[in-house]
């Protein structure tokens, strides 16, 4: 279920642009609230989704990343598959980064070394 608004415009989430949100993303993060990192980082992944859809353009990929990372700290390797395949699944411009690192994540989840095998 998306949580962008019925007000919100493609892009925004409560009002803003999803590129506003970066700073506070960050700070959640390094403050360790990363449930509340999580809820917004899918906000604004629905909300750079919207916008792509609209506009015709490729996805944000920063959100996705940092989501996976925030998952990636948690342990929680199947949530971090998941954005990550959300990722993959976008019709445009896929940054080869984020499908390696869905390689290691899928590695991760299945409890083998990747790269050692």
Known sequence: MPFFTRKDKPGEYKGR????YVDEVTELKRQGKLEEAETLLLALIDATEAEAKAEKTI?????YEHLAIVYRTQKDYASEVSVLERYSKQPRGQ???LLERLK???AL???KNYGRE
């Open 17 to 20: 642009h999803y590129t506003e």
């Open 95 to 97: 940054k080869e980064k």
């Open 104 to 106: 290691k994540a899928r």
């Open 109 to 111: 989840r299945d409890g």
């Open 59 to 63: 996805v944000a990929p920063a959100y």
